[in-house]
């Protein structure tokens, strides 16, 4: 019985491709959506997890808010080596980052640059592809050498390798020329990678790595830090550790009731993402359920069409034996198989959508087979639920009525 | 003989219209096993609601049935199902073949929900279509064969399950009268055979092939004697047989 029915079903979809298609339409549209949109939420995630790896759960970053900041609230050298002196600090890195031009033969792009001295590859993993790192001497120097951002450099040069490459970089008026010394990725470069530009409407900027203090230098004189890295003693406490050097910093400047510090660690950062990834598939899921139940309500419609015009054939098949079992249960899988197959189409199209998206933002898309099983569960309960309606409907028709009918 | 239909004072009522329409009027009926009986009636005598009644498709408001001795009267709608497929074969006047399904599967479709399996419900299909001559059509659809072929077709069909009785509705109504005397003898063969059938018709040579004629007018039956068959005698259940105006096409 259930192999017949699953022919009959079968020969019937076949029969009105057209309308069995269009009937699938929302049910495709609904696990579609779902299908891509956590691809491409479990593939960021992953992405952020494995970038923030490198960063470590103990360290924690402060900046002072750009926007409030003001020259005598910017963190300097007495201030690191105040905080280097708490207990709960293990380690302090500070770091300057700006914005600027790059200046190569007549072309100009947008720069980032990060001023780093020897600590910072302990916070932030950076991989050498090519060339070579700095060396401490050259990190505690102002000498004009530069790395160059794995994703920058193919901008900059394309597939040529940049390394010895002598580029002109400008910030505020200053003008600086400095040498490409090597390639090197680090655990912030895909994740920069995935926002196609900086929301300006500008393209993503070329970013280079020089000496903290040829960057403090391009930024002003003086030495005057915009970010700090500070990794705790236990990482458990990276909490209490952030709010001791805010206390401290907030102490020496004596600004306590401005709130100028920003503190930021990996797990901050990663609730944030979730919070964001979680945002989006809420919403995409909502879209997505409206448009199933829409697909439902439309299954429910041509089910109904299809009992009418086949009235006739269900008093042939009660006459011959049919019970309303047989009749409904012949309904029921009629419209299950076109919501499971509207399911199999949403999937398939769903996988090709996020591996694009995946591609376009730069990261690796992933579904997994349990979510692929349980939107096809999902879509077939669609057609499971909007199909008992008409299947009830045919199976209650008369025979001699139905049998009348021409 | 055993009876396979047994009707006792059965009146069918309609009251879906205004005024109620008496269409059986207090009928008593008997069909033994291995009977071949006609029907006649012009339109509007109620031999629809009888072969209705007969086909379990619809149940009397009162009176009493019993098809191959089980009474119908408190049966389930799935009860009635499970009989008509068990003890009724159904050959119907615009053949209601399932037009998407080849010869072959239009067959096998009383024994689908007899719930046999594949292999033996098509081997029994393909024997039964066998026996009326359409072997070598079994793949083919039913708008791709003419009238005569669906029609032993549905002959195939009401008789694939071997029931108790072939109910026969108006079977020559859609065909040719060379293909109407093949069907025929196609029925009477199979009655010769030991398979109780009645026939419904308007068509006095139609109901000639029959070993007994019933004849129905305003809800009531009366039986004719069979000139062919001078020797059965006169059946006084049902009363005076003399009818002789009957609607002859």
Do not use: C
């Not at chain 1, 979809?13 to 479990?42: E, F, H, P, Q, Y």
């Not at chain 1, 600090?89 to 001295?117: A, C, K």
């Not at chain 1, 600590?119 to 160059?148: K, N, V």
């Amino acid at each position: 019985m259930f192999r017949e029915s699953m022919k009959m079903a079968w020969a019937s979809l076949l029969a009105n491709k057209m309308r069995s298609l269009l009937t699938m339409l929302g049910i495709i549209v609904g696990i579609g959506s779902v299908i891509a949109i956590v691809g491409v939420g479990d593939g960021a995630k992953n992405l952020i997890m494995d970038e923030f790896e490198g960063v470590g759960t103990s360290s924690v970053i402060i900046s002072a808010r750009s926007s409030e900041a003001e020259q005598q609230d910017m963190i300097t050298v007495v201030d690191i080596e105040e905080m280097r002196n708490l207990e709960s600090v293990r380690l302090v890195t500070p770091s300057v980052s700006g914005f600027g031009y790059i200046h190569q033969h007549t072309r100009e792009s947008n720069l980032m640059f990060y001023g780093v001295d020897q600590d910072y590859p302990q916070f932030i993993s950076m991989d050498i592809i090519s060339g070579r790192a700095f060396t401490p001497t050259e990190l505690a120097s102002r000498q004009p050498i530069a790395l160059i951002e794995r994703t920058s450099a193919e901008k900059l040069v394309g597939n040529s390798d940049p390394v010895g490459e002598i580029v002109e970089i400008s910030s505020g008026g200053r003008r600086q020329t400095v040498t490409i010394e090597g390639v090197v990725e680090t655990s912030a470069s895909s994740f920069m990678s995935m926002a196609p530009d900086t929301g300006n409407g500008e393209e993503m900027p070329i970013t280079l790595y020089i000496p903290l203090q040829a960057a403090q230098e391009l930024i002003s004189d003086r030495d005057y830090f915009s970010m700090i890295l500070v990794m705790s003693d236990n990482p458990n406490m990276v909490e209490e550790t952030g709010n001791q050097v805010i206390r401290l910093l907030e102490a020496n400047h004596n600004n306590s009731d401005k709130n100028i510090y920003n503190k930021r660690n990996v797990t901050d950062l990663l609730d944030q993402a979730n919070r964001i990834i979680g945002i989006v598939t809420t919403a995409i899921s909502a879209i997505a359920a409206l448009s199933l139940l829409v697909g439902g309500i439309g299954v429910m419609n041509i089910m109904l069409v299809s009992v009418t015009e086949r009235t006739k054939e269900i008093g042939i098949r009660k006459a011959l034996g049919a019970t309303t079992g047989d009749i409904m249960f012949q309904f029921m899988t009629e419209s299950v198989i076109v919501t499971f197959l509207g399911g199999v189409i949403g999937v398939v199209i769903g996988l090709v959508t996020s591996e694009l998206l995946g591609n376009l933002l730069g990261f690796e898309a992933k579904v997994g087979i349990t979510v692929i099983l349980v939107a096809l569960i999902f879509s077939s309960s669609v057609g499971l639920f909007f199909g008992i309606y008409p299947a009830r409907k045919a199976s209650l028709l008369h025979p001699i009525d139905a049998l009348r009918n021409e | 003989m055993p009876t396979t239909i047994s009707m006792k004072q059965v009146n069918k009522i309609y009251t879906t219209g205004k005024i109620p329409f008496h269409a059986l009027k207090d009928v008593d009926f008997e069909v033994e096993q291995g009977d071949f009986v006609a029907i006649m009636g012009p339109s509007g005598s109620g031999k629809s609601t009888l072969m209705n009644i007969i086909g379990l498709l619809d149940v009397p408001s009162s009176g009493n049935y019993e098809l191959n001795g089980i009474d119908v009267k408190d049966l389930s709608d799935d009860d009635r199902a499970y009989l008509r497929n068990q003890e009724i074969g159904f050959v119907f006047q615009s053949f209601h073949l399932l037009p998407q399904l080849t010869l072959l599967e239009n067959v096998e479709l009383p024994l689908v929900y007899a719930a046999m399996p594949g292999r033996e419900r098509r081997e029994r299909a393909r024997i039964a279509l066998e026996e009326v001559g359409l072997a070598r059509w079994q793949n083919h659809r039913p708008l791709e064969v003419s009238g005569g072929q669906m029609q032993r077709t549905s002959i195939a069909r009401a008789l694939v399950s071997s029931p108790a009785l072939i109910l026969a509705d108006e079977p020559t109504g859609n065909i040719d009268s060379q293909a109407s005397s093949e069907i025929m003898k196609l029925i009477s063969a199979f009655n010769e055979r030991g398979t109780t059938v009645v026939l419904i018709t308007h068509e006095r040579d139609i109901a000639e092939y029959a070993s007994r004629l019933i004849l129905i007018r305003d809800g009531r039956l009366s039986e004719e004697q069979m000139s062919r068959h001078a020797d059965v005698g006169v059946d006084t259940r049902f009363g005076a047989p003399a009818i002789t105006e009957v609607n002859h096409v």
